[in-house]
């Protein structure tokens, strides 16, 4: 499975290291993802999404079913 945030669409950057004689190479900034699992009251059952740190901020701040309609409207949920 491919490191995106399965909520926020949340996905990998690039961009340069870069030294102290300003040579520059590419990286990858990766998004913090952590593997959760959630209860649905409506649906009475229990998912497991990998999501991002800020995602779950999102989740404690407006509970988990309407980050989930948010996300479906967003087109990041089928």
Known sequence: ??????????????????????????RKFNANL???????????????LKVSTSALKNINKKGISAVLKEAKEKGFIK
Do not use: Q
């Not at 945030?5 to 102290?20: D, F, I, Q, R, Y």
């Not at 952590?34 to 497991?48: G, M």
């Open 34 to 48: 952590t593997k959760k699992r959630f209860y649905i009251p409506e649906e009475d059952r229990w998912i497991t």
């Open 1 to 26: 499975m491919s490191r995106i945030c399965e909520l926020t669409g949340k996905k990998a950057m690039v961009g340069n290291n870069v030294s102290h004689a300003m040579n520059k190479t590419k």
